[in-house]
């Protein structure tokens, strides 16, 4: 069985985020979607609120279990016996980044392996960052994101 590992900070996830881990869902066995953080560093959400978001928007997708971690991803996948790392392309500022990063997570772990899954045209210029700079516009956020993290984050948004 082939465990893929998808990564990353998902503050909040995305439906540029939920089309790769479709996708990877239909090419591995399992998909373990892992919000990876560091205590020192605040987020917009915290860590349990992305860990429950992220569990209502992949309620469809069998193969997927949702998790969090701190420290190298290297030595999460170790821990999970997941052979793959799952990242996700947009624009060749991603490749640049995640060259870098598949190489060093490669030199820390020979047999870790990272796959690119390339985004579709419409997710292409969607990011977390853009949906928090849109939410606190107080502009609509509805088209990229799952309808779950949109009710959450307008409701987030009145208090
Ligand atoms: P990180 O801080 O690890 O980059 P992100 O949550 O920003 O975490 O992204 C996690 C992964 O998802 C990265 O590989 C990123 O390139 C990818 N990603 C982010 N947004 C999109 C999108 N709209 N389409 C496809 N992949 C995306």
């Known amino acids: 069985m082939t465990i893929a590992?998808?990564?990353g900070s998902f503050d909040?996830?995305?439906?540029?985020?939920l089309d790769i881990l479709k996708s990877g869902s239909e090419i591995f066995e399992k998909v373990i979607i892992a919000v990876?953080?560091?205590v020192n560093k605040k987020g917009f959400l915290s860590v349990e609120e992305r860990v429950e978001l992220i569990k209502k928007?992949?309620?469809?997708?069998?193969?997927v279990e949702v998790d969090s971690f701190e420290?190298?991803?290297?030595e999460y996948a170790k821990m999970k016996k997941a052979d793959v790392l799952l990242r996700g392309l947009r624009t060749s500022f991603d490749f640049e980044y995640e060259l870098q990063l598949s190489q060093a997570n490669n030199a820390l772990n020979n047999d870790l392996k990272t796959i690119f899954l390339?985004?579709?045209?419409?997710?292409n210029f969607i990011s977390s960052s853009m949906v928090r700079?849109?939410?606190v516009n107080n502009g609509d956020i509805s088209?990229?994101?799952?309808?779950?993290?949109?009710?959450?984050l307008i409701s987030k948004r009145g208090i």
């Open 57 to 63: 928007s992949v309620k469809h997708l069998p193969n």
């Open 133 to 135: 700079e849109i939410l």
């Open 12 to 17: 909040p996830i995305t439906n540029g985020h």
């Open 118 to 123: 390339i985004t579709k045209p419409e997710y």
């Open 71 to 74: 420290g190298l991803t290297v």
């Open 5 to 7: 590992i998808y990564p």
């Open 143 to 152: 088209k990229f994101v799952p309808k779950a993290v949109e009710e959450y």
């Open 36 to 38: 990876s953080y560091n």
